[in-house]
Every structure is written in C-alpha cells, then in structure tokens.
C-alpha cells in the first residue's frame, strides 16, 4: 500500500472539497483522509446535501459506510445515525438519496469508478446495521486491560480484515504499548485519548501502517471508537513504551509534509470543539 502514515490529524484541519473524483454526484463535498496513489482506495468524509440522489447501479470498488449526521437511502434501506453498512463491488445498494443532508465516513477499496464485476460474494455484505443494535463483546484479548467493549461490525471471511466499533469507560489507562501485524485505521467518534502522539479528540484520524509501537492511551471522559484493519486481522502484541503514559501529553504527530502545519494549527485549538 502507497499511504504514509498519518498519525493523528483532527480532521476539522482539512477543507471541505468539492471532489467528482469518486463518482458521488453534484453538490458532495470532501474531506480527503488519506488515498494510496496506486489503487485508488480512500478514506473519506462525505457530506451529502439536502436533496442529493444517485442513481441505482453497481460499483467498482468496495464501500464501508457509517453515518456521523443526518440520513441516508439506499435502496429500501434507511441508513441513520451510527448505521453502518458494507457494500462489495459488484453489489448495487439501489437509488441512493438525502432527504435532509448527511454526513458519512466512507471507506473505498480502489477506484469506484472501474467496471463492476458482475457478482459479489454475499460473505462479504452487510446490508444495513444499526450499531446501537450491536451487542458489545467483553475479553477478546487475554491481556487488553479492562474496562472496553467492542461491537464487531465486519469481518473479511478471506483476509480476516476487521470494522469494530471500541468504547471505553472513564478515568481508563493503560501502562503498555500495542503493535499490530496490519493496517490499523481509527477515527475517534467521541471523547478523548491521551497517547503517546497527543491528546485525539472527536474527529481525529489515524492511518497506521504494521508493526509500528503505539500507546499507551488513556481517557478521562471515555470515548467510542471506529476501527479497521487492512491487509489481515487485529493481532496485537503487548510491549513495553519508550516513555511511560501520562495525561495532557504533547501533539507530536507522523504526518506527511503537507498536513503538518494544518494539523498543528488544528490540534492547538481543539479544545474549542
């Protein structure tokens, strides 16, 4: 994969776009998270304004959804608040529209605009959740420190890639540092997380590629979570930090050269959010 490491941008420090690039029809703006200049695959914020529609008809490329504001419709299906949805390529979701606007996270696994294969594989789709509906899974790690929760919304029946939804209690820390084997990718829905790059807050983004030492974190508020891993599943390995956790750290990001200023300038006045 052809993406830098982005680890953390608020992503209130990126502009809104408009951006025909995705093929998501008139009026939709952008944030551009973060892209691989190979494949084509994105992270996306979207916002939809009132009144948008597509057409039915099926995509090249695979799309994760979950809606941060507002509605969509897909189809017969209406997909809001927290709903989360994950389309393979090849699958066609329906006449899409927004009544009132959204705004919705939106992963795509290449070029959307490519031909479409002519059938999908029905593992590999998930029509329509809502994650409040999801139950919570408690120890899923022998060591992850207590006090978290996760709501698991998609697992690859090939790669064993994972989409959950993690949230965690108040006054929670951890004392060690995590290292994954594959892409993890994070956006932080609400509360904060002290870690070993800076205080995240709602909004924030990350894009980490494997076996990269990360943590330990904590939160005072609390905080949920989106997650996903790229190129195979959540494996962890426990190890110990190069400097021991501590709250309000510094914002020290790994960020490409052109989002260093803007994320500086975003994180000093995160506070405000």
């Known amino acids: 994969m052809s ?21 998501l029809g008139v009026g939709v703006e952008l944030k551009v998270l973060s ?28 799309e994760e959804l979950l809606v941060l504001e507002g509605a969509l419709t897909a189809g017969a299906l209406r997909l809001g ?20 606007g959204a705004v919705v996270l939106t992963f795509l696994s290449g070029d959307p605009g490519r031909p479409a294969p002519a059938s999908f594989d029905p593992a590999r789709l998930v029509e329509h959740v809502d ?35 993690l949230g965690t209690l108040p006054l929670r820390w951890a004392e060690r540092s995590e290292v994954h084997d594959f892409v993890e990718e994070m956006y932080l829905l609400s509360g904060e997380s002290h870690g070993d790059r ?50 309000w750290p510094q914002y020290r990001p790994a960020l490409p050269e052109d989002l260093q200023t803007s994320a500086v300038e975003a994180a000093e006045g995160a506070r405000a959010w």
């Open 3 to 23: 993406r830098p490491q982005i680890e953390f941008i608020q992503s209130q420090a990126l502009p809104w776009r408009a951006d025909d690039r995705f093929g």
């Open 35 to 62: 892209e691989d200049a190979e494949t084509g695959a994105a992270s996306l914020l979207v916002r939809y304004p009132a009144g948008w529609s597509l057409p039915a008809g099926a995509r090249g490329a695979d």
């Open 81 to 100: 608040h927290l709903h989360y949805a994950r389309w393979p390529a090849g699958y066609d979701a329906g006449a899409r529209a927004s009544e009132s």
């Open 131 to 165: 994650t409040f509906a999801v139950p919570y899974t408690g120890t899923f790690h022998p060591e992850f420190p207590p006090g978290a929760g996760r709501k698991v919304l998609y697992t690859d029946p090939g790669t064993q890639e994972t989409s959950w939804i």
């Open 198 to 247: 800076g205080v995240m807050r709602p909004g924030a983004y990350f894009w980490r590629p494997g076996h990269i030492p990360h943590g330990p974190y904590g939160t005072m508020t609390g905080n949920l979570y989106f997650f996903r891993t790229q190129g195979g599943p959540l494996v962890t390995r426990y190890v110990e930090p190069q400097t021991p956790f501590h709250w």
